[in-house]
């Protein structure tokens, strides 16, 4: 059994997700925002206030490497996969997956929330997600984030079990 790590702009469901999938196959759960909003005792727009984007990347690198040898599902932070060397760690330490939807669709789905501190306007948010796309391309699989909550799971169970037989 491997880490599944998603991916994927935010609004695409890789928090809920995480923790249906993680369920599903019994294994651990990881939100690789909220782990460190925990270690650091703030949430990740203070951190982002306080100490800068740079020291959050840090945080989030830190992290990566830190994970445990054990099969796991990992919702990673949007932006996690795109700075350093992550996308390549992550490829390294398990299967990666990619939920996938239009910039408009997900913007809709969290314009209304305060806590995240790239989400501007819908014009920021969409040249945001170009800039991340290519990183995302890498995953490697894709899976449309515009299905229901229960074909996405389904999907992402059949993926790994899949990957698990290979």
Known sequence: MQTIFLIGMMGCGKSTLGALLAASLERPFLDTDAAIEKKEGRTIQQIFEQEGEVYFRECEQQLLQELPVEACVVACGGGLPCFYSNMELLKSKGIVVYLEAAAEQLYER???DDLRPKLRDVKAFKLL??????????????IDANQTVEQIVAEL???SAVTTNQ
């Open 110 to 112: 969290i314009k209304g």
């Open 129 to 142: 997600k170009a800039q991340r796309e290519a990183t995302y391309q890498k995953a490697h699989f894709k």
């Open 157 to 159: 169970v059949s993926l």
